[in-house]
């Protein structure tokens, strides 16, 4: 059974600063791995997708990168902003067909103004 | 392009009550599914739909929760009756695949409270 785990479980650090999220999970033979948003009371968004055959994904000041082999996945936010306090999970899918996620607990970000 | 939508947002119970949740997906998506997530937990899945049948619903207490997706579009999600554990928020989520990629696009989520 798959089993996803996030460090830290809660981060706070003064804007501007660049941070790292972690993520492992279990099981290596997963086809993509994915970042989600969560702001309090709201639904998920999707930040980065990473297919298996990938190694990182950019989008503006996020970066994902994915180390199948050791069950390994880390977001880099650079120049934090306090837009960016949310709470950050990460997700994967089981396989065997099935499309269903597999979340972490999430790390909540505060970035102090 | 409108998102997923749910209702209710919010529900207060009683334990051994029973109350339904409603999700509409993003219009052409064939897959929907439900998650249940707990206070300081990441979403748990119940239940995936594609059109109208079940792909997974492995980790649904089918002793008190249902769902059905009529006509393969809009949802719902039921318990019966309610037990105090079911306090959580109920996330719909729909996707499509395109190029082999599959996006899930979740909706706000009812925030369920069971005393």
């Known amino acids: 059974k798959q089993e996803v785990t996030q460090i830290p479980a809660a981060l706070s650090v003064p804007e501007g600063e660049n941070l790292v999220l972690n993520c492992s999970f279990t099981d290596s033979a997963i086809y993509n791995l994915q970042w989600f948003r969560q702001d309090p009371g709201k639904g998920l968004t999707s930040l980065l997708l990473?297919?298996?055959?990938?190694r990182e994904q950019t989008s503006g000041r996020l970066n994902a990168s994915l180390d199948k082999s050791s069950g390994r996945s880390t977001l880099y936010i650079a120049a934090s902003q306090p837009g960016d306090s949310a709470t950050y999970l990460c997700?994967?899918?089981?396989?065997?067909?099935?499309?269903?996620?597999?979340f972490g607990k999430g790390t909540h970000l505060i970035i102090q103004p | 392009e409108a998102g997923v939508a749910q209702s209710p947002r919010y529900k207060i119970i009683e334990k051994r009550q029973s109350v339904a949740f409603w999700c509409n997906p993003i219009s052409g998506h064939a897959t929907l599914y439900w998650y249940q997530q707990i206070l300081g937990q990441g979403p748990k899945l119940l239940i995936q739909f594609q059109n109208n049948g079940v792909v997974d619903d492995s980790q649904l207490p089918k002793d008190r929760f249902s769902a059905e997706r009529l006509k393969g579009v809009d949802s719902t999600l039921k318990i019966q009756p309610a037990k105090l554990e079911d306090s959580a928020v109920y996330l719909c989520?729909?996707?499509?695949?395109?190029?082999?990629?599959?996006?899930?696009?979740f909706g706000p989520g009812t925030r369920l409270l069971v005393l």
């Open positions: 997700a994967v899918p089981p396989g065997g067909g099935a499309d269903g996620l597999t």
């Open positions: 990473i297919q298996s055959s990938q």
């Open positions: 989520a729909s996707s499509e695949r395109l190029a082999g990629q599959e996006t899930q696009y």
